[in-house]
């Protein structure tokens, strides 16, 4: 049976939470709607889950987890650096714990990541001579990979391995192993794994520049008779400033290339910056005036989020049949990787659900997408 998330009737039917405070203690309750059943014709609901999450540490957490989402990915824990710390030597036990949890909630688990530049382990970065770097690369797929053969939905095979002009990222896999690296890794996940859905993933892929570069390396990896299935845009977006015409645009010319589209790691920023992207290697200085909503979001900004969430499920309502997955880039504002970068200690505010988990304007807006594509506007 779903376990139902209640929350004041007034507040349900509000757009303007902030004021729902008193009406909390008399009011009857009902239960939000869900974002899981709201689109289950459509395409999946995915979370990013952290350690905490994935142990069930917070039972509101966890209720408002099972309620909305029917997919989640790692945030950290299945990345070399966690799962595979040594050489010889593998941690399973939180990526267990996460397939677990899965299996029990009916919540399909996209692995992240089997090859990024980031997070790596120290020795795999140490090692200079390339036929041990081809043997890491080789070993790490297929024991990653292997273990959940059977029993994980689908992995990022690839994760961010493109510049933004589309030209390769001069990573250590690119310098050890060359530019067949991305087509190997699809090779032998899909041998390790071969009932699991194998994607590409990146940031700003649906930029013009960036997305060509994706399409040439989608088409190498099928040119050499890989399998890949789908590509990942992440999605991290700045408020009033989404890339709709260019997301439409990926959609369209991705999906023309066989493969299933989805969007991997939602979240929509508020908070002043002066790049784009998801690089984590970017920083910003600390200043006061970098980080104007410690107390809450002004209306303004509250209603532009929630119509720039609007617009982007609009848009992928619009291409359903071209899109499996939205994933967020996490479950809460208090969760979000955007706290603490490309600035340390800000109050970001880029999701659906609050701090204190209560829906924010902005997931009412998305829930109404779906009621207006009914109705036909
Ligand atoms: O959300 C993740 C954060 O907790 C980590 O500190 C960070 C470290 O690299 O990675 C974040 O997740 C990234 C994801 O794995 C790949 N795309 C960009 C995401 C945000 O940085």
Known sequence: MIKRFFIPVLCATSLLLSSC?????????????????????????????????????DAKVDALIKQQFNMATPENIMKAEIIH???DKYDFTVADKMI???????????????????QLPAFARNIKNVDSFKTFFSNHINTVAGRYSGKI???????????????MRKSIFLDRLGDNFVTEAFRLAAAASPNTELYYNDYNNEQPAKRAGCIALVKKVQA???????????GHWHAGKVPFKDIEASILEYSALGLKVMFTEVDIEVLPRNFSGADVSQRMKEDPSLNPYVNGLPDSVQQQLANDYAALFNLFLKHKDKITR??????????????????????????????????KPAFYKVIETKKNEKKGF
Request: charged share 20%.
């Open 21 to 57: 405070a008193s009406s909390q203690k008399n009011s009857a309750t009902q239960p939000i709607p869900s974002l899981k059943e709201i689109f289950k014709n459509d395409f999946a609901i995915g979370t990013a889950l952290n350690t905490a999450q994935i142990e069930e540490k």
């Open 326 to 359: 939205v994933t967020f880039w996490g479950v809460d504002d208090g969760q979000s990787w955007l706290n603490g970068w490309p600035v340390r200690g800000r109050t970001n505010h880029p999701l659906l659900f609050d701090r204190a988990l209560q829906p």
């Open 224 to 234: 050499a008779g890989v399998r890949i299935d789908g590509v990942g845009i992440q």
């Open 153 to 167: 939905f689908s992995w990022d095979v690839v994760n961010e391995a493109l510049n933004e002009d589309g030209t």
């Open 100 to 118: 677990e949890y899965g299996e029990k909630n009916n919540i399909k688990i996209n692995g992240h990541t089997l090859v990024w530049h980031s």
């Open 85 to 87: 710390p040594q050489w």
